[in-house]
């Protein structure tokens, strides 16, 4: 009975770590899943973009970055593909060696099973004579004889219904597995076709190229209109992040002398307060600190400033993908979206300035120590100081006549440092 206590132990602990390898894998296989249908989303819409901006004859500039894209994240859903398939071949390897370890043990209870059967079988005449138990020395050990081998067959019993459930479970389970597995080849085939089609935008695309280079020194001038032109938005944006830090600085300058002459106790709005963390940033108010703490915990889940649209300048200083000679420094993201397409704030703040730029409005909004800056409108909706709730629209995006759709900057500051908008925005 001991050796068989410690084969249930056994079993239940390979039965728990084949639960455990099963909700591991369905974790990886659902987060790949959901990678796996944003890049999917993206391609769609890039794909949409790309023969809305062909019909466009005066957008090869932006008919290669949107190719460029298409290709990037093409080759990024094979991977995760790949990653899928990997992740299942995995986990049916897991669930086949753990079937076979139940299968072994399966066999040993089945033989101990079988012994038992013929045990009982065996002695089947003593035990129903009233010899077996007058044989005993007191009707306490004829019980216990005869309920052993009861609950010794029962726990048999029990352990072999058990096993089987868990074999034909794990059996249906490779099944499916399998059946997965062959859908993700299939999609893996079917993306190297598309990979195929997309080649074949890069040669397209190299076509474009080629028929630039015959007026090369137009998009030369273009291009570096357009460098000069975020050169002098990146300057402003920069002078009034300065101004707005220069302000706080200022402003707890003074609310420090103020206290230092207080002989009261009286409890201040800066970072004196005993209230706010000690973590706090400096020269922020505590509803400030507040905003800036919110702002922070959204990491990754803020909402796009645009209702559909995608990036199609990243952030980072790279190679121009047009020009290689020349260097881009993106402090921000670049959205291509609808002509006038509603800008939305990421989430609630002030506005801290409205910027006039050759026609063009730039909003700043504030979130504490962090500022969120909105490029490229044509007209703004809010003003200086307005109390701004997420997703409320403060303008709309500014488009050329000759242009189908339009593009956004958008910036993230916290202080003087700029981030990566993409990190913070929603996938």
């Known amino acids: 009975m001991f050796k068989l206590k410690n084969k249930y132990h056994f079993l ?7 639960l455990f390898v099963s909700v591991s894998g369905q974790n990886t296989k659902a987060s790949l899943n959901e990678e796996k249908k944003k890049l999917e989303k993206e391609i769609k819409e890039q794909k949409q973009l790309l023969e809305i901006t062909k019909s466009n004859k005066t957008a090869s500039l932006r008919e290669i970055q949107l190719i460029t894209n298409q290709i990037k994240k093409q080759e990024k859903l094979i991977q995760v593909i790949n990653d899928e398939i990997l992740s299942l071949d995995n986990e049916i390897e897991g669930n086949i060696q753990q079937l076979n370890t139940l299968t072994q043990k399966l066999g040993v209870l089945v033989d101990e099973y079988r012994k038992a059967i013929y045990a009982a079988y065996k002695y089947r005449n003593i035990m129903n004579k009233p010899g077996f138990i007058l044989s005993s020395e007191n009707i306490t050990q004829a019980a216990r004889r005869i309920n052993y081998l009861q609950e010794y067959s029962q726990f048999l019993n029990q352990q072999l219904k058990t096993i089987q459930q868990t074999q034909e479970k794990i059996n249906q389970e490779n099944i499916l597995l399998r059946q997965n597995k062959d859908e993700k080849t299939q999609l893996f085939n079917d993306q190297n076709t598309e990979k195929q089609n997309l080649s074949k935008q890069q040669i397209e695309k190299n076509q474009i190229v080629a028929s630039l280079k015959k007026k090369e020194s137009q998009i030369n001038d273009e291009i570096t209109k357009r460098i000069n032109q975020q050169k002098q938005i990146d300057a402003a944006i920069k002078k009034i992040i300065d101004e707005e830090i220069a302000a706080r600085e200022k402003r707890t300058t003074t609310s420090h002398t103020k206290t230092s002459k207080s002989t009261t106790n009286k409890s201040t709005t800066t970072t004196s307060n005993p209230s706010v963390n000690k973590s706090t940033p400096i020269n922020l108010t505590v509803e400030e600190a507040n905003f800036a703490a919110d702002f922070e915990s959204n990491k990754g889940k803020l909402p796009w400033p645009v209702e559909k649209g995608v990036i199609i300048a990243d952030f980072g200083t790279y ?3 047009e020009v290689s000679s020349v260097m881009i420094t993106n402090n921000g993201i670049t959205i291509l979206t609808d002509k006038n397409a509603p800008i939305m704030a990421v989430f609630n703040g002030i506005v801290s300035r409205v910027l006039d730029m050759d026609g063009s409005k730039i909003v700043f909004i ?3 120590n962090y500022i969120t800056v909105y490029s490229n409108l044509s007209n703004v909706t809010v ?13 709309r995006v500014k488009g050329n006549a000759s242009d ?12 003087r440092n700029f981030l990566n908008p993409s990190l913070w925005l929603k996938g």
């Open 12 to 18: 239940f602990f390979v039965f728990c770590f084949l």
């Open 319 to 321: 190679s121009h993908p």
């Open 366 to 368: 504030r979130h504490g």
């Open 383 to 395: 003003k200086q100081d307005d109390k701004i709730t997420a997703k409320q629209i403060i303008g």
């Open 404 to 415: 189908i759709k339009s593009e956004v900057h958008f910036e993230i500051w916290k202080d």
